[in-house]
Structure formats: structure tokens, C-alpha cells
T-cell receptor, first 110, second 112 residues
Framework: AQRVTQPEKLLSVFKGAPVELKCNYS??????LFWYVQYSRQRLQLLLR??SRESIKGFTADLNKGETSFHLKKPFAQEEDSAMYYC????????????FGRGTQLTVWP | DAGVIQSPRHEVTEMGQEVTLRCKPI?????LFWYRQTMMRGLELLIY????????DSGMPEDRFSAKMPNASFSTLKIQPSEPRDSAVYFC??????????FGPGTRLTVT
């Protein structure tokens, strides 16, 4: 079975500080990992996916298969980064289903 | 493209009433997902369709919940009868086989 764990429900940092949102997964196959973000009163939107290896809004995430992790990082947090962040896993099949973690609410204080 | 469209955006109803939520996916997308979001449980997948056929409805909480997709451009999620614990934000999302799901704005349901 597959599972996505985000151990922190709430995370607060000050503006300019580094931020890391943790995501661990369990899946015996080769997963695809994603980060979705939901800003206040807006719809969820894709932030990044590991296969694209992009940096979006200064965020990066590296898939560590040894540690089965896909942590989201940003060196200098901004107030506009305050949002709910969801880590999600696809089994890499053609089924299209994503398995979401419970989310981490990030607050960046001025 | 307007993206995934959901209606209504807000729904307030009394316990025992029937509630119908609607979703129009992005044209050309062959997957459609219904999620429920609550503070306690986060984002839960209720059911998803592929080419209008339900694939997995194991997340549907009870028989009170039902979902249909009569054609590629429309889906409904119905709750009958509704209960206060059904209060949540319900999201619809659609995707093509490349897995990126596009979410609608959600329907905030309040059952009193």
C-alpha cells in the first residue's frame, strides 16, 4: 500500500528564514511525487513535481529514494508563501490517482 | 479555458435535505476526481472517474453519498440525506494521463 506522511500540521517561520516542509512516503514501486499549494481562499494548484526538477517561486524538492522523502525547501521564506502545502504521490501507473498527505499549514511572519 | 468549474460555491442546507454538487471538468481531460477537505482529515479522495466510468469509490463515506458522470463534461456529487458532519469543502479536479490534476474552486457546504 502507499502512504504519504507530512509530520507537521503547522509550521511557522520568520520572513527571510529558511523553510523545509517534510514529506515521507511509503510505496514499493517507483512513485512520482508532487507538491500542491493552496493559498488562502484559492484553489489547490500544482507547485512542482519531482520529474520536472524545476524551481518554482524559489521552492525546490528532491526525491530521496533511500530515505523515501520529498521535502520541500526554500532558502528565504516570504510572507506570500503562507499557505497550505500538500505532498502527493502517484504510483506511476496510468490510473491517474494521487495520494495526498494531510497537509502542512505554513505561516511566514513579517 | 476557465478551468474546472464547480457550482454552487457555497451551500447552506438543513440536516436531512438533499444536496447536489456539480462539476465541469476541463475539456479533453479524461479523469475526474471528487475530494473532501476538512480541518480534521485534510484532503480525502471520495471517488474518481476515467472516461466517465467510476474507477474507485472506496472513499465514499456512506451510502448517503453518490456520484455520477453522465458525460465527459459534467459530474455530480449527491448527498441524501445530508448531516452536519458532511460540512466541508468539496473539490472537483480533472486531469489527463500525465497526472497533473487541476482543481476547481470548491464548494463550501454547511449542513445545520
Amino acid at each position: 500500500a502507499q502512504r504519504v506522511t507530512q509530520p507537521e500540521k503547522l509550521l511557522s517561520v520568520f520572513k527571510g528564514a529558511p523553510v523545509e516542509l517534510k514529506c515521507n512516503y511509503s510505496y514499493s514501486g517507483s512513485p512520482e511525487l508532487f507538491w500542491y499549494v493552496q493559498y488562502s481562499r484559492q484553489r489547490l494548484q500544482l507547485l512542482l513535481r519531482h520529474i520536472s526538477r524545476e524551481s518554482i517561486k524559489g521552492f525546490t524538492a528532491d526525491l530521496n529514494k533511500g530515505e523515501t522523502s520529498f521535502h520541500l525547501k526554500k532558502p528565504f521564506a516570504q510572507e506570500e508563501d503562507s499557505a497550505m502545502y500538500y505532498c502527493a504521490l502517484s504510483r506511476g501507473s496510468t490510473l491517474g490517482r494521487l495520494y495526498f498527505g494531510r497537509g502542512t499549514q505554513l505561516t511566514v511572519w513579517p | 479555458d476557465a478551468g474546472v468549474i464547480q457550482s454552487p460555491r457555497h451551500e447552506v442546507t438543513e440536516m436531512g435535505q438533499e444536496v447536489t454538487l456539480r462539476c465541469k471538468p476541463i475539456s479533453g481531460h479524461d479523469y475526474l476526481f471528487w475530494y473532501r477537505q476538512t480541518m480534521m482529515r485534510g484532503l480525502e479522495l471520495l471517488i474518481y472517474f476515467n472516461n466517465n466510468v467510476p474507477i474507485d469509490d472506496s472513499g465514499m463515506p456512506e451510502d448517503r453519498f453518490s456520484a455520477k458522470m453522465p458525460n465527459a463534461s459534467f459530474s455530480t456529487l449527491k448527498i441524501q440525506p445530508s448531516e452536519p458532519r458532511d460540512s466541508a469543502v468539496y473539490f472537483c479536479a480533472s486531469s489527463r494521463m500525465n497526472y497533473e490534476q487541476y482543481f476547481g474552486p470548491g464548494t463550501r457546504l454547511t449542513v445545520t
